[in-house]
């Protein structure tokens, strides 16, 4: 956690709102979050200030701040990649809202020309953020620090042949392969699960076990779970999940197995069962019905 729904919600609300804005103070401190930058903070402050926010860009479970480019100190486009970890959040105030330190968690704040400000907070300081370079990878530009993660199921430049093709001559679990951020980025635990049972596989399959058009329907359904949590806001259990108006998100109502041992298949009625799969839980209907549940209307600050 966050997983791709979770860092779309937050990338999509923040481009809404700071795109075309201009920085103009930044204020960190010497927490882990900085540990990639040569300088701790001090990068991330020189990186950022005095630059125009010309784009949110996103990759599986990273999104980025695509900077106006510095040609005139011969550094290209820089922008700020963002990994928010297990417990990672952007918070986006208002004009007039916010001041530095404004939360008890907060490592970053950032002033922009609108009076508005960002708020980056990390409880427990598992995630990171970065100064990178842009790089052309394909038709797109990706960060330099995140090209070894691989095009996500709902990027234009995933390509399901040599995915397919790469799963097909391995003997991991599908499940391994479904988390393998080099194969495929943005699917977590959570969503694994979820394709799992709409695909109907026991997540101890190995990858060669599967057909080309087993495969096609795996990915086909990660997609389209992937698109209804987004529709959702992402996943919420608890507070460390938000999006930047510090909202939750309720694809928790819709959740078929992950999360729901003892309780009964949405499909089948059947306890759904959990066990320890590569030192990762591993939820799964014991009859593979793959039914999903009907979708559920959410309840403004309710997490369940």
């Not at 297990?86 to 922009?112: N, R």
């Not at 430049?157 to 397919?164: G, H, S, W, Y």
């Not at 990660?222 to 996943?235: N, P």
């Not at 009625?269 to 039914?291: A, D, M, N, T």
Request: hydrophobic share 40%; glycine share 10%.
């Amino acid at each position: 956690m966050p997983e791709l729904p979770e860092v779309e919600t937050i990338s999509s609300g923040l481009a809404r709102r700071i795109v075309g804005r201009t920085v103009t103070e930044v204020v960190g401190d010497q927490s882990r979050l900085f540990r990639h930058n040569p300088d701790g903070w001090e990068t991330v402050s020189r990186a950022l200030l005095h630059r125009e926010i010309g784009a949110v860009g996103r990759r599986g479970k990273f999104f980025w701040l695509a900077l106006a480019p510095q040609d005139q100190v011969g550094d290209g486009t820089r922008c700020l990649v963002i990994h928010l970890g297990m417990s990672g959040q952007v918070h986006a105030q208002l004009a007039g809202y916010s001041v530095p330190w404004g939360h008890k968690h907060e490592h970053l704040w950032v002033g922009l020309d609108n009076d508005a400000s960002l708020s980056f907070v990390d409880q427990r300081q598992f995630g990171h953020l970065t100064v990178s370079r842009l790089e052309p990878a394909g038709p797109a530009l990706i960060p330099g620090a995140i090209r070894h993660i691989a095009p996500d199921p709902l990027e234009a430049a995933f390509d399901l042949v040599a995915v397919t093709e790469r799963a097909r001559r391995s003997n991991r679990t599908v499940k391994s392969l479904l988390l393998d951020q080099g194969l495929v980025s943005g699917i977590g635990n959570i969503y694994a699960d979820e394709t799992l049972f709409r695909s109907r596989w026991p997540g101890w399959t190995r990858g060669r076990e599967l057909s080309v058009d087993d495969w096609a329907q795996v990915f086909a359904h990660a997609r389209q779970i992937l698109t209804e949590a987004i529709a959702a806001g992402g996943t919420s259990f608890d507070e460390l999940y938000v999006n930047v108006e510090g909202d939750p998100g309720y694809f928790s109502r819709s959740l078929a197995v992950y999360g729901r041992e003892g309780k009964p298949c949405p499909g089948c009625g059947q306890p759904i069962e959990r066990i320890v799969l590569e030192k990762r839980s591993h939820f799964y209907c014991p009859s593979f019905c793959g039914e999903a549940p009907p979708a559920k209307v959410p309840e403004s600050g309710n997490f369940q």
